[in-house]
């Protein structure tokens, strides 16, 4: 279970990036952190895995308090922590194989990794995840050959070789067409649900989010303005979360007559894609 007590960031120029976040993500849940840009989704990542230090509070990963710890204890947390990148972040002229090895770069020795010497059973272990993320026949072919959402299979494949407790993952659909990202989505949240991996993803796409995550939470200039299911985004947690707008959607031309080619419908935010919300 991650839990973050008071959290807070303030940076040197005096802005206050978040302000007492308070949560509990258990193991097996995947929440999803929306709010406008600069609201502090992309610095609460980073400071559960100590790559921006908090000003106060604490991040404690099952039972174990992140931001009190240093050096090599500090590197042994971050095992526990796997990461997943909008830009996926691969070498791309190593191999698929080589690229998801590399998440046990913190389990083997520098010479063997240097090398690229990895134990039997973690060449095994990458072929599986390879497998169950659909790349399977892909191993041997070169990171710039593969494409967005092929790579993005690639980083949650080398995420999972850590054998993590926790996932943040910094906005893995917002360079995929809409239905790599939805098929993205689906297989990051499967996995989770299958090893009963925590989840943290910070995420810009609300009905995305809303179509697979367990919990939402919504930032807002650094504070927590919403915590809730999915079906608890309404038009007006939206405007809580993100400011006034109009939160309905246009319907299609053509479908109308032409009075009412204009209208707009609400957005039945209750409705998951595919089961009786909008396509």
């Known amino acids: 279970m991650l839990t973050l007590t008071g959290l807070s960031k303030r940076y040197d120029t005096g802005d206050l990036a978040l302000s007492d976040i ?5 193991a097996g849940q995947v929440m999803a952190l929306i709010g406008p840009s600069g609201a502090g989704k992309s610095t609460l990542i980073r400071c559960v895995n100590r790559l921006v230090e908090p000003s106060a509070g604490s991040v404690v990963l099952d039972g174990l308090d992140i931001t ?3 050096g090599g204890k500090l590197r042994q947390a971050r095992r526990q922590i796997g990461m997943i990148f909008q830009n996926y972040a691969l070498v ?3 191999s698929v194989m080589e690229n998801v090895l590399s998440g ?9 990794s240097f090398f690229r010497q990895f134990p ?3 060449i095994k272990q990458a072929l599986n995840l390879l497998e169950r993320v659909g790349l399977e026949t892909m191993f041997d072919k070169r990171g710039d050959a593969l494409s967005g ?3 993005q299979r690639v980083g949650i494949a080398r995420a999972l070789m850590q054998n993590p407790k926790l996932l943040l993952v910094d906005e893995p659909t917002a360079s995929l067409d809409p239905k790599t990202s939805r098929q993205i989505m689906r297989l990051i949240c499967e996995l989770c649900r299958e090893q009963q991996l925590a989840a943290v993803i910070n995420i810009h796409d609300v009905v995305l989010a809303q179509q697979f995550v367990d919990r939402v939470v919504g930032l807002r ?3 927590l303005v919403f915590d809730g299911p999915p079906s608890a985004l309404t038009p007006e947690t939206l405007t809580d979360i993100y400011g006034e707008e109009d939160w309905s959607v246009p319907e299609n031309e053509g479908e109308n007559d ?3 080619t204009n209208a707009a419908v609400p957005l039945d935010l209750a409705k998951p894609i595919g089961q009786g919300g909008h396509p």
Request: charged share 35%.
């Open 68 to 70: 009190k710890v240093r």
């Open 258 to 260: 032409s009075e009412n």
């Open 149 to 151: 959402g092929q790579k």
């Open 120 to 122: 039997s059973p973690d």
């Open 22 to 26: 308070t949560l509990e993500v258990p």
């Open 104 to 112: 046990r770069l913190a389990y083997v020795g520098f010479w063997r």
């Open 92 to 94: 791309e002229r190593l």
């Open 221 to 223: 200039a650094g504070r």
